[in-house]
T-cell receptor
């Protein structure tokens, strides 16, 4: 069973729409959650971190965390073609809290 | 400020050769991580260094892989007797402290022929 699961996509949305990316994790003791953006051929870039239940907003990005449901999501408002990338969800491992477990990523396509 | 740097950016080698990959973390970051990303695969944790503590080598896939971190800064990942399945992008990350946000370098793309 995968520890961090994401729909591989592609998720296709029109420019200006809200893109919703979802992630579930299996380790109930995880405390730290991260979203990375990875353009093709590039390395992951940290865009959001979240540690407490609820919403955290940063510009056009909102991360949502529900520890009871073991669910974390990323909303991208006013999606732009430049947001087209693979979005990686990462969750810290309970047995080694510095170790991040990554999902396989969701590919997002924003249509002009 | 400067981010994490890695060298070389690309490395092509022949099966059986040894390779060394270098990582220079963000200045002041005490924690350093190595990950591997194979084509179409997720990121796989390899090794973790924190200050002067013993590293967590639990993710190294075989004893052909080793890493060191000198002076609490630069790290070198060495792969001995490379195999074709070692072909991947090797990513280094650093964080200000253990369990902190991890920032990645540009990676080294390793191709073993």
């Amino acid at each position: 069973q995968k520890e961090v699961e994401q729909n591989s996509g592609p998720l296709s949305v029109p420019e200006g729409a809200i893109a919703s990316l979802n992630c579930t994790y299996s380790d109930r003791g995880s405390q730290s959650f991260f979203w990375y953006r990875q353009y093709s051929g590039k390395s992951p870039e940290l865009i959001m971190s979240i540690y407490s239940n609820g919403d955290k907003e940063d510009g056009r990005f909102t991360a949502q965390l529900n520890k009871a449901s073991q669910y974390v999501s990323l909303l991208i408002r006013d999606s732009q073609p430049s947001d087209s990338a693979t979005y990686l969800c990462a969750v810290n491992s309970m047995d080694s809290s510095y170790k991040l477990i990554f999902g396989s990523g969701t590919r997002l396509l924003v249509r002009p | 400020g400067a981010g994490v740097s890695q060298s070389p950016s690309n490395k092509v080698t022949e099966k059986g050769k040894d390779v060394e990959l270098r990582c220079d973390p963000i200045s002041g970051h005490t924690a350093l991580y190595w990950y591997r990303q194979s084509l179409g695969q997720g990121l796989e944790f390899l090794i973790y260094f924190q200050g002067n503590s013993a590293p967590d080598k639990s993710g190294l896939p075989s004893d052909r892989f080793s890493a060191e971190r000198t002076g609490g800064s630069v790290s070198t990942l060495t792969i001995q007797r490379t195999q074709q399945e070692d072909s991947a992008v090797y990513l280094c990350a650093s964080s200000l402290e253990a369990e902190g946000e991890q920032f990645f370098g540009p990676g080294t793309r390793l191709t073993v022929l």
